[in-house]
């Protein structure tokens, strides 16, 4: 059997849990060079983020299409951007708990799978509302399997790609968010086009599309192996073996070049599952100064993005004469400078390292919004450089907000990390979805400058706060193991270490 095909649940005998066992998968992995194996896993794992942006952008844009008589749904404007956003959040909160605590419990491709499929069916319930409740029930779960995928696509990913690209892999591919956001702002254009579709008709289509393209990812994924770290953990050490050993072969003889000997081995003690309580422990007792920093950074750049992205529109409209219509195109130049903060300044989080670039990236957003809203106060800006600021504000915001993903993946043990992603995800996606429209949709439409400007400093404030965070607190994990980083809680099981501090 390949490796690309293999499931992770019937390669090789199963050990028992509670037995120690000796491996250098870690080691096997992290020594790869890039290779078309690593493409496969890229593209069936990551392309999801482009499906979130796509989702969230849509909703927004539709939302007046919606609302009109005509449209087969009987909704309002403000169901569909507080009732249905605010369902569509509180489903991503809670699916990432849910799939990341059963990710860590029974594996990383399962439920990539499982988190997909629920994605895929509940956008296809939508696209054929008939209902406001039907309509608000599906926001709902499509947003519970958004959220259960990255939990499971990030901690698939950083333990799948070599130690030398984990960051840059990382960041671009939370980055191509914003690529979803693009298409789905410049698809709602052509779809809400009366004069190609019908009023009950367009927006339907824009959901089926959404569907047309997870089924295409869904091809590819299934593909992509099971993560031999939570393998050999979980009593699968052969499978785990088997499976790096054809990846090798795969990799040798695509290079034509023979690989190194892996440079060390660990000694793991088998579990089936690791408890609340002991991964509570882990996360805030074993690491707290590592809880801190993660809660630091969602938090900042959730407000940051709050103060910006949510009044964007009417800030254009009140403040510039934008034409209502028109707002999509400024959207776009938005969303393409929040994609090419990831893609261009992710290679130096593994060259310069975590500490100097989270941190960097932190305080330059925040600088460069506090500019901003000092030159908007002054009535310096129009339409078009209001637009640039913020470009140039959010090429930098991106690369943090990204590594803030990348980091709560890495720093956590093995047996906690789908569940660390999705607690800090939770925690970030409830303060911008719930916290930031409660505190700058007011200060954003009030038509006050003085307002918007407060808003901006708020999301700046709270930005370079994270940023000092991350300057004390970040973890210098690029070029290391995940083990290194962050050793197994089943290598302490069977080492038997004396209990003390480990957060450094």
């Known amino acids: 059997m390949t490796a690309s095909g293999h499931d992770g649940g019937q390669g090789g005998r199963e050990e028992a849990a509670g037995g120690t066992i000796t491996t250098r998968v870690p080691a096997r992995l992290d020594r790869l060079p890039w290779s078309r194996w690593h493409w496969m ?11 979130d942006g796509l989702e969230v952008t849509v909703v927004g844009n539709i939302a007046s299409r919606l609302s009109e008589p005509g449209s087969g749904l009987q909704i309002t404007d403000a169901q569909v951007t507080g009732v249905a ?29 499982i988190t997909l499929g629920v994605y895929l069916t509940a956008t296809a319930l939508t696209a054929i509302s008939f209902s ?17 995928e990255y939990a499971a696509i990030n901690s698939a990913i950083d333990e799948l790609i070599p130690r030398a690209y984990r960051g840059r892999v990382d960041l671009t591919i939370n980055g191509s968010f914003w690529l979803g956001a693009m298409g789905g702002s410049l698809l709602s ?26 089924l295409a990812i869904l091809l590819v994924r299934r593909n992509v192996p099971e993560s031999p770290r939570w393998m050999f953990i979980h009593g699968r050490a052969a499978g785990a073996e088997e499976l790096v050993a054809d990846v090798e072969r795969q990799v040798e ?9 892996p440079d060390r081995a660990i000694t793991i ?11 509570a422990r882990t996360l805030f007792r074993r690491y707290p100064r590592r809880a801190l920093l993660g809660l630091s950074l969602f938090i900042g750049q959730a407000f940051l993005y709050n103060a910006i992205t949510f009044g964007f529109g009417s800030i254009l409209v009140t403040f510039f004469d934008v034409p209502t219509g028109h707002t999509g195109y400024y959207f776009v130049v938005i969303a393409f400078g929040n994609f090419l903060g990831p893609l261009l300044l992710s290679r130096l989080f593994d060259t310069v390292g975590r500490r100097p670039m989270i941190s960097g990236t932190y305080l330059l957003s925040g600088a460069l919004l506090f500019i901003t809203a000092w030159m908007f106060g002054n009535g310096w800006l129009s339409a078009t450089t209001m637009t640039a600021c913020w470009c140039v504000v959010l090429f930098f915001a991106s690369a943090g907000a990204s590594a803030a993903y990348l980091t709560v993946s890495e720093v ?6 789908a569940l660390a992603i999705a607690f800090f995800y939770a925690i970030g996606t409830a303060a911008g979805g719930i916290s930031g429209p409660l505190i700058f949709s007011d200060l954003t439409q009030s038509g006050v400058v003085a307002d918007t400007v407060l808003a901006f400093s708020v999301g700046a404030s709270l930005m370079v706060a994270a940023g000092l965070a991350a300057a004390f607190l970040a973890v210098p994990a690029e070029q290391r193991s995940l ?15 004396t209990p003390g501090p480990a957060d450094g």
Do not use: H, Q
């Not at 956590?412 to 990390?417: D, G, I, Q, Y």
């Open 189 to 214: 254009v052509l779809m809400l086009n009366t004069d190609f579709f019908a009023l009950n008709v367009g927006w339907r289509l824009t959901f089926a599309l959404g569907v047309v393209l997870g």
């Open 412 to 417: 956590f043990p093995m047996e906690t990390r």
């Open 132 to 148: 406001a409740w039907w309509f608000f029930l599906f926001r709902f779960l499509t947003g519970f399997g958004i959220g259960g």
């Open 41 to 51: 896993v890229v593209i069936g794992l990551g392309t999801v983020w482009i499906l």
């Open 85 to 113: 956003a605010a369902l569509y959040v509180t489903g991503a909160c809670s699916g990432a708990l849910v799939f990341g605590w059963l990710t860590d419990r029974y594996g990383r491709k399962k439920l990539f799978l």
């Open 483 to 497: 083990e290194d980083v962050a050793e197994p809680l089943s290598a302490r099981a069977a080492t038997a270490p």
């Open 253 to 261: 003889a695509g290079t034509g070049r023979p690989l190194p000997e």
């Open 269 to 279: 003690r088998t579990r089936k599952s690791t408890g609340f309580v002991e991964i």
